[in-house]
C-alpha cells in the first residue's frame, strides 16, 4: 500500500521556521516528481513547491519564493519542505503529493498519491 506521510507542521511565530518531512512507503518515489501543497481555512488547496524526480527542477509559488526551499532524499524516499521567515498568511494544511509525470507538474489532478496533510499555524 502505497502512503505518503506528512510530519513537522505546528505553532509558530511570525518570521520563525519550520521544516516539513514527507516520507513515502509501499513504493520507491526516486523517479516520481513531488509537490508541497497547502489549503487555509476557507479556502481551495494550491501549490506551493515542487521537485522533479532528480531534484535539479524546481517550482515555487510566488508567495513563498525566497523563504521556502523543497528537497528530496532518494536514498530515504523523502521529500522536505524549509520554511523559513513565516507569514501568518502561511497558516494552512501542508499535503506532499507524488505523480508519476516526469518534470515539474503544476496541476493537482495530475498527482497520483496524496498524504494526509500536517497543520501549520503561524501565529502574529
Known amino acids: 500500500q502505497v502512503q505518503l506521510a506528512e510530519s513537522g507542521g505546528g505553532l509558530v511565530q511570525t518570521g520563525g521556521s519550520l521544516r516539513l518531512s514527507c516520507a513515502a512507503s509501499g513504493r520507491t518515489f526516486s523517479s516520481y516528481t513531488m509537490g508541497w501543497f497547502r489549503q487555509a481555512p476557507g479556502k481551495e488547496r494550491t501549490i506551493v513547491a515542487v521537485?522533479?524526480?532528480?531534484?535539479?527542477?524546481?517550482y515555487y509559488a510566488d508567495s513563498v519564493k525566497g523563504r521556502f526551499t523543497i528537497s528530496r532524499d532518494g536514498a530515504k524516499n523523502a521529500v522536505y519542505l524549509q520554511m523559513n521567515s513565516l507569514k501568518p498568511d502561511d497558516t494552512a494544511v501542508y499535503y506532499c503529493?507524488?505523480?508519476?509525470?516526469?518534470?515539474?507538474?503544476?496541476?493537482?489532478?495530475?498527482?497520483?498519491?496524496w498524504g494526509q496533510g500536517t497543520q501549520v499555524t503561524v501565529s502574529s
Open positions: 503529493a507524488a505523480t508519476r509525470l516526469a518534470g515539474v507538474t503544476l496541476a493537482q489532478r495530475l498527482y497520483d498519491y
Open positions: 521537485a522533479s524526480w532528480s531534484g535539479s527542477s524546481t
